[in-house]
């Protein structure tokens, strides 16, 4: 059975940092483009980020680039979220999620239908 679970979210004050993690499990990922997106109260799920097979090739929304940065560690079949200089509209939920076929995602990314298994997410509060 696949499973994704993200972990590193909190409580955090505003210009802080915080680190997700999203631990695969039950097939590996090496060769599948992964994301990251989030939900706030009220709203739409919104992509944030997304990576591709070996991690030469990253992408990111206008919102968090230059704040957020993607990585991958295949060896863990992980995946990682560091978000710094944290303002209050971020405080969302995290969800991390991954392609299942090795399919290049390099234009439709942010796409939530691109991607086949989800994590549960993980509560991110940035306060002020």
């Known amino acids: 059975q696949v499973q994704l679970v993200e972990s590193g979210g909190g409580l955090v004050q505003a210009g802080g940092s915080l680190r997700l993690s999203c631990a695969a499990s039950g097939r590996t990922f090496s060769r599948n483009y992964m994301g990251w997106f989030r939900q706030a109260p009220g709203k739409e799920r919104e992509s944030l980020a997304a990576?591709?097979?070996?991690?030469?090739?990253?992408y990111y929304a206008d919102s968090v680039k230059g704040r957020f940065t993607i990585s991958r560690d295949n060896a863990k079949n992980t995946i990682y979220l560091q978000m710094n200089s944290l303002k209050p509209e971020d405080t969302a939920v995290y969800f991390c999620?991954?392609?299942?076929?090795?399919?290049?995602?390099?234009?439709?990314?942010?796409?939530?239908?691109?991607?086949?298994?989800w994590g549960r997410g993980t509560q991110v509060t940035v306060s002020s």
């Open positions: 999620a991954a392609d299942a076929g090795s399919r290049m995602l390099e234009s439709t990314w942010y796409r939530q239908q691109e991607y086949d298994y």
């Open positions: 990576i591709g097979w070996f991690g030469t090739n990253t």
